[in-house]
T-cell receptor, first 113, second 110 residues
């Protein structure tokens, strides 16, 4: 049974057109993360939440925003996607930060045309 | 700044040919060292967590070990289904969130 679910699996958006990616979890974990992964690169952390506390990475562009309305759901908003934002976006959860493993969703592959 | 370096970037093996993947880390006070497997187009799948030097964990053909500076993922008698990218991540007292390496892409030929 999938424990971290991302929708959609594939998303095509137009240059500059806002897009929202969603993530839900059934694990009741405190921490939720959003990563960006480009081909043959390490996953790059964009944000994470510990419960409702939002933590933004210093180098995450302002174009990226996130919401966590409740424990189960988290959203990634890209306000004005550029061609450089085409990537796999991964959502993950963990019980705690840094000492327990992360559970990843299947990812959303974003294409910008 | 925490750093995680994986080598080699790519590895091709024949079925049954054992080998090791390396993960070198530079962090201030290791909290956890994580190994994940990632298949093409999918999210990473958790394999192991190691917390202190000398610790070892095994699962089927995989064995992870940890020293004060690096971790190894040993693959014994690999099969084609072991083909994947293997990611390493380390968390520290300075940055609780794990830093990922770029991964090793493993291909096992039948």
């Amino acid at each position: 049974d999938a424990m971290v679910i991302q929708n959609p699996r594939y998303q095509v958006t137009q240059f500059g057109k806002p897009v929202t990616l969603s993530c839900s979890q059934t694990l009741n974990h405190n921490v939720m993360y959003w990563y960006q992964q480009k081909s043959s690169q390490a996953p790059k952390l964009l944000f994470h939440y510990y419960d409702k506390d939002f933590n933004n990475e210093a180098d995450t562009p302002d174009n990226f925003q996130s919401r966590r309305p409740n424990t189960s759901f988290c959203f990634l908003d890209i306000r004005s996607p550029g061609l450089g934002d085409a990537a796999m976006y991964l959502c993950a959860t963990s019980r705690e930060t840094g000492i327990t493993e992360a559970f990843f969703g299947q990812g959303t592959r974003l294409t910008v045309v | 700044e925490d750093q995680v370096t994986q080598s080699p970037e790519a590895l091709r093996l024949q079925e049954g040919e054992s080998s090791s993947l390396n993960c070198s880390y530079t962090v201030s006070g290791l909290r956890g060292l994580f190994w994940y497997r990632q298949d093409p187009g999918k999210g990473p799948e958790f394999l192991f967590t190691l917390y202190s030097a000398g610790e070892e964990k095994e699962k089927e053909r995989l064995k992870a070990t940890l020293t004060k500076k690096e971790s190894f993922l040993h693959i014994t008698a690999p099969k084609p289904e072991d083909s994947a990218t293997y990611l390493c991540a380390a968390s520290s007292g300075g940055s609780y969130i794990p830093t990922f390496g770029r991964g090793t892409s493993l291909i096992v030929h039948p």
